[in-house]
């Protein structure tokens, strides 16, 4: 069994930035990763200082060198479980033992179900304003009505164009919503959508169910964001009344020996915050080893 300081479940950027802390720390990490990045669909990313449009997987490239030129290991694998006694057991039978393990294994988007949204998604289908709203300035942009949030979407992305439709579908705005798109010049379209039309693999527009097509350039959704804290939960972390699983400022859990950083206990961290939330979480583990005289 390879023993380590910390084993590290999760190489996107809350991971990795862990990682590179507590490397340079000379601790010895371990980061196991399934290669299956919520963002690898997009082409950029945005919102980072100095990575402004850099493809992710090239962002990840980077982590997993710079880790490892510190010293830190990235063990390719998926975590079957994490046992009560700190042993880390992947799907291949490895085993890592860890005296601190944080979890950075982020959350999954589900979308809504309609036809078109799965098979443009990351291309002319998008969720976040602010990883998306520039590139599609000034063009014919669509909010589909499919959760409480997507109001605020239809409010905040007329920042971006003066051309925006509120599609009610699922979730059609009532009359306070109603004026508060009025306010913004948001454009409201009543009745269900059937199905996104398409043309050579882009957005065309937004079909409703009587078959008029509202053209668009650009369709915003508001998936539901699962966290994938299945590990935190079989280990038995607390969980707030908001169900996700409940950290300190640093993203230490109710298990003592268990931190969580990103996505996971944080629905709406980019990469820039859940790298940062990495950091934290690495700093406060490697005094608390130092505290413990490990």
């Not at 380590?4 to 190489?11: A, F, K, S, T």
């Not at 291309?123 to 599609?136: A, L």
């Not at 003066?162 to 009359?175: C, E, T």
Request: charged share 25%; with cysteine.
């Amino acid at each position: 069994m390879s023993e380590y300081d910390v084993v590290i479940i999760g190489g996107g950027p809350a991971g990795l930035n862990a990682a590179q802390v507590l490397a340079r720390a000379r601790r010895r990490v371990a980061v196991v990763d399934g290669g299956n990045p919520r963002n690898a669909p997009a082409d950029g990313v945005h919102g980072f200082v100095s990575r402004d449009g850099m493809p992710p997987g090239d962002l990840l490239a980077i982590g997993r060198s710079e880790v490892e030129g510190y010293g830190g290991e990235i063990v390719d694998g998926v975590v079957r479980r994490v046992r009560h006694d700190r042993t880390v057991e992947l799907a291949d039978g490895q085993l890592l033992s860890a005296k601190r393990l944080l979890v950075a294994t982020g959350l999954t988007d589900e979308l809504p179900e309609l036809p078109g949204v799965p098979e443009l998604w990351a291309i002319d289908v998008h969720h976040c304003p602010y990883c998306h709203g520039w590139e599609v300035r000034d063009q014919r942009i669509g909010v589909l009505g499919s959760s409480p949030n997507s109001v605020h979407q239809a409010e905040l992305l007329r920042e971006w164009s003066d051309d925006v439709v509120f599609f009610g579908h699922q979730s059609p705005p009532d009359a306070d919503a109603l004026a508060r798109l009025s306010a913004r010049g948001v454009k409201v379209v009543s009745g269900p959508v059937a199905r996104l039309a398409t043309a050579e693999h882009r957005l065309r527009g937004v079909e409703l169910a009587d078959g008029t097509v509202v053209e668009r350039d650009a369709l915003f959704v508001a998936p539901k964001f699962v966290p994938k804290d299945r590990i935190l939960t079989g280990l038995g972390c607390a969980h707030g009344d908001d169900g996700l699983v409940q950290v300190d400022r640093t993203g230490r859990t109710s298990v003592p020996w268990v931190w969580a950083a990103g996505n996971v206990i944080d629905l709406r961290a980019q990469v820039i915050t859940a790298a940062g939330d990495g950091a934290r979480a690495a700093i406060a583990m490697h005094a608390d080893l130092i505290g413990a005289g490990e």
